[in-house]
């Protein structure tokens, strides 16, 4: 429905104190255009807590700073270009959730994520109604499955997946049960491929723990 030259894709949870935020992000990403960039615009990610944030979301935060594939995701607020978009979108709307993820890489594969000089908010009470511990390795499982493509996969959780409204303490082992019965209905040989390229992500993501004892140092 929108019919601007830029669209900004924006969390309904997630928003910005600083007034010139918008502003000075279109300023940024016109400027990466006149140089003749392909480029998208996120902004740096917080969540929005009354007091110190805990260390676990200041690594999220610091993670989405990062011009890394899966460190990019829609509650930093995307602003792009119409034709930009209509190159690499739309959105796929038949996934159950991480459309958003799908999108940043394609952005990222086509040109590159340009991070605003301004900083967006975010609700952490998914993680605090669920819990953050279970919901830490979700995202892991979930990110994974996107990284190596194994969409029909990702499918078979749609059963158990909650809205934010309806969300409630996450107890991981019935929420993955369609996803193991999924696994054990592949053929043996995409089974073992599934696991190669599991140990693979995990191998190539390793880089997170020593990010995380740099954050927890101070560097």
Same mark, same amino acid.
């Given at each position: 429905?929108?019919?601007?030259?830029?669209?900004?894709?924006? +969390? $309904?949870?997630?928003?910005?104190?600083?007034?010139?935020?918008?502003?000075?992000?279109?300023?940024?990403?016109?400027?990466?255009?006149?140089? @003749?960039?392909? =480029?998208?615009?996120?902004?740096?990610?917080?969540?929005?807590?009354?007091?110190?944030?805990?260390?676990?979301?200041?690594?999220?935060?610091?993670?989405?700073?990062?011009?890394?594939? @899966?460190?990019? +995701?829609?509650?930093? @607020?995307?602003? $792009?270009?119409?034709?930009?978009?209509?190159?690499?979108?739309?959105?796929?709307?038949?996934?159950?959730? #991480?459309?958003?993820?799908?999108?940043?890489?394609?952005?990222?594969?086509?040109?590159?994520?340009?991070?605003?000089?301004?900083?967006?908010?975010?609700?952490?009470?998914?993680?605090?109604?669920?819990?953050?511990?279970?919901?830490?390795?979700?995202?892991?499982?979930? #990110?994974?499955?996107?990284?190596?493509?194994?969409?029909?996969?990702? +499918?078979?959780?749609?059963?158990?997946?909650?809205?934010?409204?309806?969300?409630?303490?996450?107890?991981?082992?019935?929420?993955?049960?369609?996803?193991?019965?999924? $696994?054990? +209905?592949?053929?043996?040989?995409?089974?073992?491929?599934?696991?190669?390229?599991?140990?693979?992500? =995990?191998?190539?993501?390793?880089?997170?723990?020593?990010?995380?004892?740099?954050?927890?140092?101070?560097?």
């Amino acid at each position: 429905m929108a019919r601007g030259g830029t669209l900004l894709f924006l +969390h $309904i949870d997630s928003g910005c104190t600083d007034p010139l935020a918008l502003r000075k992000g279109l300023d940024a990403l016109k400027t990466a255009a006149c140089r @003749g960039a392909r =480029v998208a615009g996120r902004f740096a990610l917080a969540f929005d807590f009354d007091g110190a944030t805990p260390l676990p979301y200041r690594f999220y935060g610091a993670k989405a700073t990062l011009d890394r594939a @899966g460190c990019t +995701h829609g509650d930093q @607020g995307f602003v $792009i270009g119409r034709e930009f978009f209509c190159e690499v979108g739309p959105y796929d709307t038949t996934l159950p959730l #991480m459309e958003d993820t799908f999108l940043a890489e394609r952005v990222r594969q086509a040109g590159r994520w340009l991070l605003l000089p301004a900083r967006i908010f975010t609700s952490p009470r998914r993680f605090l109604a669920e819990g953050l511990l279970p919901r830490q390795p979700l995202n892991a499982i979930l #990110m994974n499955l996107a990284a190596i493509g194994q969409l029909s996969l990702i +499918h078979s959780l749609k059963k158990s997946y909650r809205s934010h409204d309806a969300t409630e303490r996450l107890r991981l082992r019935p929420f993955l049960a369609p996803l193991k019965e999924s $696994i054990a +209905h592949l053929p043996r040989a995409q089974r073992r491929r599934l696991w190669h390229q599991t140990g693979a992500y =995990v191998r190539g993501n390793a880089w997170q723990i020593p990010f995380f004892l740099d954050l927890l140092t101070g560097g």
